[in-house]
């Protein structure tokens, strides 16, 4: 089972600890009994057996989960406490088992998958039943507490994240932005205990592995040392903030433009409610707000969509036909009886949109999918994930992940931005081209999303590295989750916060428990494959307007590294696509370039920038 979207990618190495307990004791030498067995060769059986454990077992937690996230009841939550704790036991046990071989000298692929296994989960507990019960019941918990998460306003019906999500996308009345934003973070305090026992666990159980602590262990998944991680997702800020400050400030004038008051403060920054969403993470959704006369892209995404009577299965199969029209096969039949697309009436569901690999052949997207051009994007990003799935299961079991979890989330977001006009023309959904009068306000709407994300993703891990590593004590969790959003982000909270509020809760990946660095690195990424792709295209105008639909070459060169999956260092799978070693800021800022001169431009003579106290 493998599940990106929905934060138990780390159960992938799944199973029960009485079996392997049982089954390690048992193993079969892979020697001829005459010959001497050598720690290499243990250690090849070992890595042969623990993959044939998650082949039997991973499916069995796929199903547990897909019908926990579409039926949350009491009962599937108590399964998947109880899958999650045979996980975690079973994860364990392979993690220190492989540690034995840390100092052996190994074969590429043997040493590969022992180290992978070491770092099999995202929070590993002690070995320790008791603790690794409690674990189990606490992330259950706060996945739960999310699901069920409802703002009760004083007058109405009570409000879901989606709903709350779609009042943000839409309302420009400044008092009723602050009451949902308000209004959802009422869910999350209950979660605070629970998380800091969390924390507690987890880091006892990665120390047990011989990392410094769990934030540690997930910054090792990239090939390198975790220090040089950190410096590495540093050096990419340090190449796009200069972008992110340009637009933060003409933004901001605008915001004050249209609420006035209640958008100015006296450090400069904005106040988080204002922009369109209810984390202040994508802009887009206000960006008939922020564009001027000369920027204007000339139609709107959802408005095409809407009146061509597009509905969710057309706009999935738009999708997965951009894939086909790459040369990758359909998704099976299976992909369209067992996903799910549209939101249930009769009973709650986890709304927040994932793709599944439950078996290497039966592949899903769960969503609750609205007419709207950013649920388009959306499709094609779950589609990613199950294209990749797909192309990557021709390898051994431990191999079938992304090449680190950022290219992961960057396929999909790859191809949908050759969501171009020329594009739209195509599929009949637009007339004809708008001229280039209009890119600077395509750009625009795309920066809304993409460069606004960029300090966003950074600040949901900065965060709880500093929580893991203990930087951050319990008492100060929600000043030093603002402390960092002031800080990269320059927006600012509508009302105050204190510790009686837990901020970072009401964030889906963080009562979920997925890592969010690998959106940040997909934000860097999919510009380069972008480009990359565009190149192999012999695509000569401004990047933007490229689109690689129907381009079967880029298609048969994008899944040569699909099919990589995790068998390579990141390194190889990027080269093997776009030429490069390194992930790179120069693929992004050279899309936007246009627009970083017109903003420059707008912002002349401005105060730009904010304080943080
Ligand atoms: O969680 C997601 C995907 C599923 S992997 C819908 N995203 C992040 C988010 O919603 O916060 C995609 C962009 C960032
Ligand atoms: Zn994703």
Avoid at 391 to 414: M, P, V
């Amino acid at each position: 089972m493998n599940n990106v979207g929905a934060g138990v990618v780390g159960l992938l190495l799944g199973g029960a600890a009485y079996w392997v307990v049982d089954n390690v004791a048992k193993m079969e030498p892979t020697v001829e009994p005459t010959m001497v067995s050598t720690a290499a060769d243990e250690a090849r059986a070992f890595v042969a057996d623990a993959e044939a454990t998650f082949e039997e077992l991973g499916p069995y937690a796929g199903h547990v989960f897909w019908i926990q996230a579409n039926f949350f009841t009491h009962d599937s939550n108590w399964l998947v406490a109880k899958v999650s704790e045979e996980f975690t036991t079973l994860g364990v046990e392979l993690a220190i088992e492989a540690s034995r071989y840390n100092d052996v000298e190994l074969d590429f692929d043997t040493r590969r998958k022992i180290d992978s296994l070491r770092r099999g989960l995202t929070l590993p507990a002690p070995s320790d039943p008791e603790k690794t019960k409690e674990l189990a019941a606490i992330t259950t918990g706060l996945g739960a507490t999310y699901a069920a998460g409802k703002y009760c306003p004083a007058e109405g019906e009570c409000l879901a994240d989606i709903d709350i999500i779609q009042i943000m996308a839409n309302s420009r009345d400044e008092a009723e932005l602050k009451d949902v934003w308000q209004g959802w973070r009422t869910v999350s305090p209950p979660m605070r205990e629970d998380y800091v026992r969390m924390v507690e666990i987890a880091n006892e159980g990665s120390q047990e592995l011989g990392f410094a602590d769990t934030g540690a262990l997930w910054r090792e998944g990239y090939d390198m040392p975790a220090d040089e991680f950190t410096a590495e997702a540093d050096r990419l800020w340090g190449q796009v903030a200069p972008l992110y400050e340009s637009l933060h400030c003409y933004v901001r004038d605008k915001m004050i433009d249209q609420y006035g008051e209640a958008a100015q403060t006296d450090s400069g920054m904005i106040p988080a409610h204002l922009l369109g969403n209810i984390w202040a993470q994508q802009w887009g959704n206000i960006f008939p707000l922020v564009a001027e006369g000369d920027a204007d892209p000339g139609y709107d995404l959802t408005q095409l969509l809407v009146d061509a009577g597009y509905d969710e299965i057309q706009m999935v199969k738009t999708g997965e036909n951009f894939f086909t029209s790459l040369g990758f096969e359909p998704m099976p039949e299976t992909f369209w009886e067992r996903s799910l697309f549209t939101k249930p009436q009769d009973r709650t569901v986890q709304c927040h949109a994932s793709a599944w690999d439950i078996d290497s052949t039966d592949f899903r997207i769960k969503m609750c999918i609205d007419i709207t051009g950013e649920d388009f994007n959306t499709i094609h990003h779950e589609l990613g994930h199950n294209f990749y799935q797909r192309a990557y299961k021709i390898q051994t079991q431990i191999y079938q992940g992304g090449a680190h979890d950022g290219f992961h989330e960057a396929i999909g977001d790859f191809i949908a931005l050759s969501i171009t006009p020329n594009y739209l023309v195509q599929l009949g959904l637009l007339d004809e081209e708008p001229d280039a009068a209009a890119d600077i306000g395509l750009l625009l709407s795309q920066a809304l999303d993409k460069i606004a994300f960029l300090p966003f993703s950074l600040v949901v891990d900065q965060w709880r590295w500093k929580v893991f590593s203990g930087e951050v004590a319990p008492e100060n969790y929600n000043a030093a989750w603002w402390a960092l959003r002031e800080q990269y982000q320059g927006v600012t909270p509508p009302v105050e916060r204190t510790e009686a509020n837990f901020d970072p809760g009401a964030k889906y990946h963080i009562p979920g428990n997925t890592p969010y660095m690998r959106y940040f690195l997909a934000h860097i990424l999919q510009f380069q494959f972008h480009k990359a792709a565009c190149d192999m295209a012999g695509w000569e105008g401004p990047v933007h307007r490229c689109s690689i639909y129907g381009n079967q070459e880029v298609g048969t060169r994008l899944n040569a590294m699909l099919e990589m999956g995790q068998s390579r260092p990141w390194p190889d799978a990027l080269e093997a696509f776009t030429g490069t070693r390194q992930m790179d800021g120069s693929a992004i800022l050279a899309y936007f370039e246009p627009l970083k001169v017109w903003l420059d431009a707008k912002n002349a003579g401005k105060d730009c920038g904010w304080t943080v106290s």
